[in-house]
């Protein structure tokens, strides 16, 4: 999140939301950052949201830093007594130089000016620190309700993408981390969800708000009756893949 003036707000209007619906990343991402972290004395999650991950992180480091640029995101964030959140852009964090582990980003690094955030990555990481991002598209469900979910995305609230989320649609595949490449392992998010969920989720996505802010009515109703139909009653599992970059700061 660029500086003050730059900074691409688009989940403030939905942080109350985007913390009950989004889902949470699997505990086996930050088992295995722990392991090839140099030691774990101090993590920084940076672009925090609700501090899902943050407080993931807290299970293995003594001290987690977790910021974010908009206050309002801080404000719903889930506390955690190793947590200190902080309102702060990624370029320009107040963190001392050489002072972290494991600097971490959830689906977020595609909104950030990278070359200035990738000097206060370079900053604030100890020798052999890790700097890890990750990120993850459309979930997949059945065949009918992904059929449904793709039409949303695409036809209905399509152009109201923001044009940094091509960068997800491409697999992160122009994200040049500035350090060596750390192989990872796949990972992925799995959740049972019901149709509440499912429709909560979808106005979380920074496209339904903008679409809401610009036509007056929210998106998700062209497709909710739809939706129910396909979910059926109860519950349904719903998977995402991750999409994980990692790389290591050289020890010298």
């Keep these: 999140m660029a500086s003050d003036a730059a ?3 688009h989940f403030s209007t939905q942080a109350d939301a985007y913390a009950r619906y989004r ?6 991402l930050f088992d295995w950052l722990a392991e090839v972290s140099p030691s774990r004395g101090c993590a920084w999650d940076c672009a925090t949201g609700n501090g899902q991950a943050a407080v993931e992180l807290a299970r293995h480091f003594a001290r987690v830093i977790a910021t974010d640029a908009s206050e309002k995101q801080i404000r719903s964030a889930f506390a955690h007594p190793h947590v200190r959140y902080h309102v702060a852009p990624a370029e320009s964090p107040e963190i001392d130089d050489g002072s972290v582990d494991l600097v971490t980003v959830a689906q977020a690094i595609h909104w950030f000016d990278l070359p200035a955030f990738y000097r206060q990555a370079d900053r604030v990481l100890r020798p052999g620190g890790i700097l890890a991002v990750w990120a993850y598209g459309l979930f997949h469900s059945t065949p009918r309700a992904d059929e ?3 039409h949303l995305y695409t036809d209905i609230v399509g152009p109201y993408w923001p044009p940094d989320r091509a960068m997800i649609e491409r697999g992160y595949a122009d994200v040049h981390l500035p350090f060596e490449p750390v192989p990872a392992p796949p990972f992925q998010m799995r959740l049972d969800w019901s149709v509440d969920d499912l429709v909560g989720y979808l106005g979380t996505w920074s496209s339904t708000q903008a679409f809401k802010n610009d ?7 062209q497709v909710r009756d739809d939706l129910v ?3 059926e009653a109860g519950t ?3 998977t995402w893949d991750l999409i994980v970059k990692v790389a290591r700061k050289p020890d010298g």
Excluded at 23 to 28: D, K
Aim: charged content about 30%; glycine content about 4%.
């Design 7 to 9: 900074f691409k707000d």
């Design 23 to 28: 889902p949470s990343y699997p505990p086996a």
């Design 148 to 150: 449904i979910v793709r």
């Design 215 to 221: 036509r007056g009515y929210d998106p998700v109703d």
């Design 229 to 231: 139909r396909a979910w």
């Design 236 to 238: 349904r599992t719903a």
